[in-house]
């Protein structure tokens, strides 16, 4: 059973930066693409950044280009998410996921997911 848990969400002053961190397990992980989305109240979930297997390949939202840094650490099963210069819309509950299948390079939107964290929040106060 793959399980994700996320962690490293708080509150933080615009043009803070905080790091989210997914530790995965249930999965030979470094096979898999990751991704990190988010959902801010009365929106619907949002692609945020994508990272391939080996950690080679990354596409993000234009809207975090520039500012967010996806990365992975193989030997610790585990995806991050750099955010910097962060800004009140930032603000959301950000969700690690995993991709649907080994033919996914990178993950880029959410029918390529299969498994989901629980959550983590992020608040940017401006």
């Known amino acids: 059973q793959v399980r994700l848990v996320e962690s490293g969400g708080g509150l933080v002053q615009a043009g803070g930066s905080l790091r989210l961190s997914c530790a995965a397990s249930?999965?030979?992980?470094?096979?898999?693409?990751m991704g990190w989305f988010r959902q801010a109240p009365g929106k619907e979930r949002e692609f945020v950044a994508g990272?391939?297997?080996?950690?080679?390949?990354?596409y993000y939202a234009d809207s975090v280009k520039g500012r967010f840094t996806i990365s992975r650490d193989n030997a610790k099963n585990t995806v991050y998410l750099q955010m910097n210069s962060l800004k009140s819309e930032d603000t959301a509950v950000y969700y690690c996921?995993?991709?649907?299948?080994?033919?996914?390079?990178?993950?880029?939107?959410?029918?390529?997911?299969?498994?989901w964290g629980q959550g983590t929040q992020v608040t940017v106060s401006s």
């Open positions: 996921a995993a991709a649907r299948g080994l033919y996914i390079v990178v993950i880029t939107k959410a029918p390529e997911v299969r498994d």
């Open positions: 249930g999965l030979r992980f470094s096979m898999y693409a």
């Open positions: 990272v391939s297997g080996s950690g080679g390949n990354t």
